[in-house]
């Protein structure tokens, strides 16, 4: 059956630092990739989109690359500032799966912590 | 609306009761989808419209898991004889058009505590 994992539930770093946050999937060919932050209380917000023709995004201190060989997308943020602490969820297209289109898959998350 | 809007944010219902949870979508935003989060957990889809349309509703739980959106823009989710196991987060999204690969907007979601 399809499976995603984001390595760890939990990941503490110090502000400055770059927090690199993994997601692994098995039996998917998604044709896309998409990464989100939720805050406690709140829906996820969308941060990034990667395709599957795509090696790596950017935008401003988020980088988020797509290795469909490994099955494996990290996404990294620069500079990590207090304000960075949330839960990030990855999500892969599901329609190759008999889902409809942008039925995503949620990984469960990885909650980072940054301290000052 | 500036956002997707969720109401009520907060229910409690007791075990065997009906509730009713509703979603306003971003103006304009023909897709729609209904999510299931419980503590801890990722998002899981439930179902989706495109417009009126329900195209896909292969994550509802069960046959007491009911969404409709009649004219293409608000849409509520019922859940009928409500159990334990419905406790979680219910998260609406909306997306711009039918395209698989665009991105969703949430709402705040609606916390439901069945006792």
């Known amino acids: 059956s399809q499976k995603i994992e984001q390595n760890s539930e939990a990941l503490n770093i110090q502000e400055g630092k770059t927090a690199t946050l993994t997601c692994n999937y098995t039996n998917y060919s998604p044709a896309y990739l998409q990464w989100y932050r939720q805050d406690p209380g709140r829906g996820p917000v969308f941060l990034l989109l990667i395709r599957e023709n795509e090696k790596e995004k950017r935008k401003e201190r988020l980088k988020v690359t797509f290795d469909t060989t490994l099955k494996q997308s990290l996404f990294h943020i620069t500079a990590s500032q207090p304000a960075d602490s949330a839960t990030y969820l990855c999500?892969?297209?599901?329609?190759?799966?008999?889902?409809?289109?942008?039925?995503?898959?949620f990984g469960k998350g990885t909650k980072l912590s940054v301290k000052p | 609306g500036a956002g997707v809007s969720q109401s009520p944010r907060y229910k409690v219902a007791k075990r065997g009761q009906d509730v009713a949870l509703r979603c306003d979508p971003i103006s304009g935003h023909v897709s729609l989808f209904w999510y299931q989060q419980a503590l801890g957990q990722g998002p899981e889809f439930l179902t989706y419209?495109?417009?009126?349309?329900?195209?896909?509703k292969s994550g509802l739980p069960s046959d007491r898991f009911f969404a409709e959106r009649p004219e293409g823009s608000v849409s509520t989710l019922k859940i009928q004889r409500t159990q334990q196991e419905d406790s979680a987060v219910y998260l609406c999204a909306s997306s711009l058009g039918g395209q698989g690969d665009e991105k969703l907007f949430f709402g705040s979601g609606t916390q439901l505590s069945v006792l």
């Open positions: 419209f495109q417009n009126e349309a329900q195209l896909d």
């Open positions: 999500a892969l297209d599901g329609s190759n799966y008999g889902g409809s289109q942008g039925n995503l898959i």
